[in-house]
């Protein structure tokens, strides 16, 4: 008979709670700790139409950039390299500080500052593939309810999960399930 009831006994009941719980915790970590941008958003890392060179330095100064927040740069047969602002300004690959060419790189800011970024292959920096991102001192944060360097609070997590809809969506589904689940 207990299996005729296969949602409500009490075992399953309490390891759906742990799951929900664990898949809260882990979604609310990964929100509030960091943010994945999206370079050129559907474009991707590519070199620039000739009209419209500067579509880098523009997607950039549209976003706000925080410690641990990481870009993702998905492009073809390119590359790309963090380098420092005088080899960003004469688009100078000879030294890059960070390099990448699989197609698909997944940079982390572990500092606030300026990062200067350029593409590796011959001539594409020169034609605009490149790109300045300042990412915010923790100072710089002012989060909605004041703190100031304090982790942020439960209340703040949630706020700062608004700017990921799809996960705040899944996050009131779960809580909903995981209640319907401590009601019964
Ligand atoms: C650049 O040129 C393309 C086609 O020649 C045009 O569709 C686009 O609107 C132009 N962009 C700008 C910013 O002028
Ligand atoms: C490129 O940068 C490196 C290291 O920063 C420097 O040694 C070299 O002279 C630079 N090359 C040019 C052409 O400026």
Redesign the pocket.
């Known amino acids: 008979m207990a299996s005729n009831n296969f949602f409500m006994n009490r075992s399953s009941k309490t390891i759906l709670l742990f799951f929900v719980i664990i898949l809260c915790s882990s979604l609310q970590y990964f929100s509030v700790s960091s943010f994945e941008f999206e370079v050129g958003d559907t474009k991707g890392w590519i070199v620039p139409?000739?009209?419209?060179s500067n579509i880098y330095n523009k997607w950039a100064s549209e976003k706000r950039f925080q410690m641990d927040d990481t870009i993702h740069f998905k492009y073809g047969k390119d590359s790309v390299m963090l380098v420092t602002e005088t080899e960003y300004k004469q688009c100078n690959s000879t030294h890059p500080i960070f390099f990448s060419n699989n197609g698909n790189t997944i940079f982390k800011f572990d500092r606030s500052g300026f990062f200067y970024f350029i593409s590796g292959v011959s001539g594409h920096c020169e034609r605009g593939q490149k790109m300045i991102i300042k990412v915010m001192a923790p100072e710089d944060d002012t989060p909605p309810s004041g703190g100031d360097n304090n982790p942020p609070s439960s209340s703040n997590a949630v706020l700062i999960m608004s700017s990921s809809v799809s996960k705040v969506v899944i996050q009131f589904v779960l809580l909903f399930v995981g209640s319907s689940v401590l009601l019964q």
């Open positions: 139409p000739a009209n419209d």
